[in-house]
């Protein structure tokens, strides 16, 4: 079936490093692909997402690719900051004709300043 | 918007209790699912509804659980008798009408539940 597969976490970074969370997918078709944050006693907040193949989605300094040739869409921001600790999550939505999302498991990312 | 609203925020009950959570969803939308988050599992979606039709209930874990939604603005969770592994914050969130595009899903604060 269709899955998610994330870097385990925690993820520690220092202020205003560089931040990669991989994430890979399998399913079948062309699903489009989504990052949520979830910050501490948080519901899940969409923080961007692509469509379609070459893709690129962006939001608050945040960005993420869609590789349809490695099924990767891996999450980077050039300069974290204290304010991004949070759990982020990569998501598909499957072509199959329900509207459901299936998530990865979560990362943890902690920046300290 | 007032955004996915659910109650309680937090719920301590006793083993064989019954739990009952609540969640409105975002007026006009067409989508509400309920989730389930632990440590061990991550997070699951134990079912959705679509124009207040149950769509997909496969995630619900056993016959204890069950969830209705009598109208557009309403839903509930509910848990009959409650054991300790159901601890885990419960979720409800909403979304539009995807069709062919790109939709979000909104989600609410969570119910925190506790049952010892």
């Known amino acids: 079936g269709d899955s998610v597969t994330q870097m385990e976490g925690p993820v520690t970074l220092s202020e205003e490093a560089f931040l990669t969370i991989n994430c890979t997918y399998t399913?079948?078709?062309?699903?489009?692909l989504f990052w949520y944050v979830q910050y501490p006693g948080e519901g899940l907040q969409l923080l961007l997402k692509a469509t379609k193949a070459d893709d690129k989605g962006s939001n608050k300094g945040f960005e993420a690719t869609y590789r349809k040739e490695t099924t990767s869409f891996h999450l980077e921001k050039g300069s974290v900051q204290v304010s991004d600790s949070a759990v982020y999550f990569c998501?598909?939505?499957?072509?199959?004709?329900?509207?459901?999302?299936?998530f990865g498991t979560g990362t943890r990312l902690l920046v300290s300043p | 918007d007032a955004g996915v609203i659910q109650s309680p925020r937090h719920e301590v009950t006793e083993m064989g209790q019954e739990v009952t959570l609540r969640c409105k969803p975002i007026?006009?939308?067409?989508?509400l699912f309920w989730y389930r988050q632990t440590m061990m599992r991550g997070l699951e979606l134990l079912i959705y509804f679509n124009n207040n039709v149950p769509i997909d209930d496969s995630g619900m874990p056993e016959d204890r659980f069950s969830a209705k939604m009598p109208n557009a603005s309403f839903s509930t969770l509910k848990i009959q008798p409650s054991e300790p592994r159901d601890s885990a914050v419960y979720f409800c969130?909403?979304?539009?009408?995807?069709?062919?595009?790109?939709?979000?899903?909104?989600f609410g604060p969570g119910t925190r539940l506790t049952v010892t």
């Open positions: 399913a079948t078709g062309y699903p489009s």
């Open positions: 969130a909403s979304s539009p009408l995807g069709g062919a595009g790109v939709y979000e899903q909104y």
């Open positions: 998501a598909l939505r499957t072509n199959t004709g329900f509207q459901k999302l299936v």
């Open positions: 007026s006009g939308h067409d989508y």
